[in-house]
């Protein structure tokens, strides 16, 4: 079955620790997404990639790093800038290339990150 | 700047009920509106698209419309269930940029 797939489902981080959330997805989409969720909140955009070795930041990527090497993963890294990290974070992929922009984003489970 | 508001934050309904949900986007420049459902500690599960040229989308009990020229989208469940309980998410795609723009949600308890 195609999905996205987030790993793991709970991050635990040290006080000026870097740490690395997984995103994949074999659904050959070209576009991938970061998403922040904090309680009771909609989503906030972290980072996006339209294609493999590009991306843009979102409305909140101060604290945040992300790299798109192969189009099937957008790893999110939280790096220790980051001050208050705790919060749900989601990754999504649509097929957007060209004329395709009016495809749907599908979403992976999330990853819940906290702090020790 | 887009801004994507729904109201009500909470919503609590017997089951058997008609729900209505509301969402309103400040700009009408958009390529399209998305309905996802959201359960506790779970990723989204996209339930509609519609495109800005459409009106109305419907898929079984769901029903979405939009009016872009006032800025609205609501969702009709028919027949709640307790099983649809869960949050709902609207987001819209603006025409400029290429990125999502999500409303707070509403949480819906559907009482048996």
């Known amino acids: 079955d195609g999905g996205i797939t987030q790993s793991p489902k709970y991050l635990f981080r040290k006080e000026g620790q870097n740490v690395t959330l997984s995103c994949e997805q074999n659904l050959n989409h070209d576009a991938m997404y970061w998403y922040r969720q904090d309680p009771g909140q909609g989503l906030r955009l972290i980072y996006y990639s339209q294609i493999v070795n590009d991306f843009q930041k979102g409305d909140i990527a101060e604290g945040y790093s992300v790299s798109r090497e192969k189009k099937e993963s957008f790893p999110l890294t939280v790096t220790s800038a980051q001050k208050n990290p705790t919060a749900f974070y989601l990754c999504?992929?649509?097929?957007?290339?060209?004329?395709?922009?009016?495809?749907?984003?599908?979403f992976g489970d999330g990853t819940r990150l906290s702090i020790l | 700047k887009q801004e994507v508001t729904q109201i009500p934050a909470a919503l609590s309904v017997p089951e058997g009920e008609n729900l209505v949900l509301n969402c309103s986007f400040t700009d009408s420049a958009i390529y399209n509106l998305q309905w996802f459902r959201q359960d506790p500690g779970k990723g989204l599960t996209s339930l509609l698209l519609?495109?800005?040229?459409?009106r109305e989308q419907t898929s079984g009990r769901l029903n979405a419309s939009l009016d872009k020229s006032s800025g609205r989208s609501t969702l009709y469940i028919a027949a709640s269930q307790p099983g649809d309980s869960a949050t709902y998410l609207c987001a819209v795609r603006s025409a400029a940029g290429n990125k999502l723009t999500f409303g707070g949600g509403t949480r819906v308890l559907v009482k048996p």
């Open positions: 519609i495109q800005s040229s459409q």
């Open positions: 999504a992929s649509s097929l957007d290339s060209g004329q395709s922009r009016h495809q749907p984003q599908h």
